[in-house]
């Protein structure tokens, strides 16, 4: 039994070594990062440095509007060709609201090369309806509307799908 003991001349390569992987992996890092487009958040239709500083007002606007009115999303679905946007605006005793201003912005999530901006819809009973839009790419949407009936104004955003027609969320 032949036991040959280290002389200890392994560990400060070792340890070189490890450093050396560590600052490579942090430059890769910052690297691929770089190469990575960023884009800002518009949830709210407004920067996300913005959303953040109103965040207290965007809710207490949401709650004093939703203690007078009520929206519904009524569009049977999303397609590439023939997109027709619909909501329903009315007070909580079912009364339709001819006077709202609904603004909407339909945009790919992460991506605002494919946005596009709904604005002045027709409107009967309460029923706003946008003319048809070609959405360029199938897949998902996120469907971002401001919706403002006199001082009292709210966000109502939708999540769709152009591969599903029943496939979306508030």
Do not use: C
């Not at 392994?10 to 070189?16: E, G, H, L, S």
């Not at 890769?28 to 949830?43: F, G, Y």
């Amino acid at each position: 039994m032949n036991k040959q003991k280290s002389n200890g001349k392994i560990w400060p390569y070792a340890i070189a070594i490890a450093i050396a992987l560590v600052f490579v992996a942090a430059v890769a890092t910052v690297i691929i990062a770089h190469k990575l487009p960023v884009e800002d958040s518009d949830t709210y239709m407004m920067g996300y440095h913005e959303a953040d500083a109103k965040a207290n007002d965007i809710i207490k606007a949401r709650i004093a509007f939703d203690k007078k009115f009520q929206i519904e999303y009524l569009t049977e679905g999303l397609s590439l060709d023939n997109t027709v946007l619909k909501y329903r605006v009315s007070t909580l005793a079912g009364e339709p609201v001819d006077d709202a201003q609904i603004k909407v912005i339909i945009t790919r999530p992460n991506k605002h090369k494919y946005d596009k901006e709904l604005s002045n819809p027709s409107e009967s009973q309460g029923i706003y309806t946008f003319s048809a839009t070609h959405l360029d790419v199938a897949g998902r949407w996120n469907i971002m509307a401001k919706i403002k009936v006199g001082d009292l104004q709210r966000f109502f955003n939708v999540k769709a799908d152009t591969r599903t027609k029943d496939a979306y969320q508030y």
